[in-house]
C-alpha cells in the first residue's frame, strides 16, 4: 500500500538555525500522487503548510520549501532559519488526485529554542 | 472564509456508549473526510464521501459509521464505543482538482 516515511520527532533546534525534516513516500496505488506538509500549530487544527502536485517542482510558504523529487520519493520540508514561532508538529502526506484521500507520515514533532 | 468546522471539541464517554461527531463545511465541496489521529500513526482515514447519501470506506473503519445527509455535514457515528477509539479526530473537506484538504480544528474523544 501507499506510506509516508519522515524524521522520527522531537527535533529541537535553536532559533536562526537551519532545518530539514525528511519525508520519503512509496506510492503504489497512485498513478500521479500530490506531496503536501501539513502543520499544527500549540492549539490549533491542522493547516497546509505547502504542496506540490508536479515532480520536479518545489513548493514554498513561510519560508520553509520541499521539492517534489520523483527519482528518490522524497519531498524534505526545509528552512534556512528558524523561528521559535515555527514550534509545531509537522505532517507530510501523500494524496491521491482522484479521491483526494490523504496517507500521513506520523508527524515531527519540532521545538525551536529561542 | 472557507470553514470546517467540528463540534464537539471534546467528547468524554464511557466504553459501551454512543457518540455522534458533527462536521460541517461551508466551502461547497464534494468531498468530506474522518481521520483520526494517534500518536506515533499519524492521521489515518476512517471514512468518507463523494456527495450526500454516499459513503466510502477508509483505512481503519472497524468500530465507525458515518452518514453524509447534505453536501456541508458529515456524521461519524460510534455506536459501542471503545477504550482504543480514544482519539483525535479530524474531519475535511475538499474539492478534488490538485486542491488541498481544509481540516477542521478537531475533536478530542475520551473513552473510559
Known amino acids: 500500500g501507499d506510506s509516508v516515511t519522515q524524521t522520527e520527532g522531537p527535533v529541537t533546534v535553536s532559533e536562526s538555525e537551519s532545518l530539514i525534516i525528511n519525508c520519503t513516500y512509496s506510492?503504489?496505488?497512485?498513478?500521479?500522487?500530490?506531496l503536501f506538509w501539513y502543520v499544527r500549530y500549540p492549539g490549533e487544527g491542522l493547516q497546509l503548510l505547502l504542496k506540490?502536485?508536479?515532480?520536479?517542482q518545489k513548493g514554498s510558504s513561510r519560508g520553509f520549501e520541499a521539492t517534489y523529487n520523483k527519482e528518490t520519493t522524497s519531498f524534505h520540508l526545509q528552512k534556512a532559519s528558524v523561528q521559535e514561532s515555527d514550534s509545531a508538529v509537522y505532517y507530510c502526506?501523500?494524496?491521491?488526485?482522484?479521491?483526494?484521500?490523504?496517507?500521513f507520515g506520523h508527524g515531527t514533532i519540532l521545538r525551536v529554542h529561542p | 472564509e472557507a470553514a470546517v468546522t467540528q463540534s464537539p471539541r471534546n467528547k468524554v464517554t464511557v466504553t459501551g456508549g454512543n457518540v455522534t461527531l458533527s462536521c460541517r463545511q461551508t466551502?461547497?465541496?464534494?468531498?468530506m473526510y474522518w481521520y483520526r489521529q494517534d500518536t506515533g500513526h499519524g492521521l489515518r482515514l476512517i471514512h468518507y464521501?463523494?456527495?450526500?447519501?454516499?459513503?466510502q470506506i477508509g483505512d481503519v473503519p472497524d468500530g465507525y459509521k458515518a452518514t453524509r445527509t447534505t453536501q456541508e455535514d458529515f456524521f461519524l457515528l460510534l455506536e459501542l464505543a471503545s477504550p482504543s477509539q480514544t482519539s483525535l479526530y479530524f474531519c475535511?473537506?475538499?474539492?478534488?482538482?490538485?486542491?488541498?484538504?481544509?481540516f477542521g480544528e478537531g475533536t478530542r474523544l475520551s473513552v473510559l
Open positions: 464521501s463523494y456527495g450526500a447519501g454516499n459513503l
Open positions: 475535511a473537506s475538499s474539492d478534488t482538482n490538485n486542491q488541498a484538504p481544509l
Open positions: 506510492a503504489t496505488s497512485i498513478a500521479y500522487p500530490n
Open positions: 502526506a501523500l494524496g491521491d488526485l482522484n479521491t483526494g484521500k490523504l496517507t
Open positions: 466551502n461547497s465541496h464534494n468531498y
Open positions: 506540490v502536485i508536479t515532480a520536479g
